[in-house]
């Protein structure tokens, strides 16, 4: 059974920063690529980061400079630390593993953590 179950979310002032985990189980992480997506509401879900099997890292342009993704292997978790969060950073943050079971890709998501960035 998968599972993804983020944590570190919370409500921060603009300019602050939070560090969300997502770690997860049933699955050979290593084989993963891993990625953030966030929901306002009324919105669509839509990528904030990703990150690959190799390391290789994609970011959305609202986000570049601030936000960081990066994973530990070791411990099956992928991090997303945010900086200099702004008001239009608000939503619910997910955790989505992306990994090929052939013949095709598989999605799997956590539950979300709530972020909220007070102007």
Known sequence: QVQLVESGGGLVQAGGSLRLSCAASGIIFSDADMGWYRQAPGEQRELVTSIT???STNYADSVKGRFTISRDNAKNTVYLQMNSLKPED?????????????????????QGTQVTVSS
């Open 90 to 110: 608000f939503g619910v943050y997910y955790c989505n593993a992306k990994i090929f079971t052939f013949p095709r890709w598989r999605d799997y998501w956590g």
């Open 53 to 55: 099997r190799g390391g």
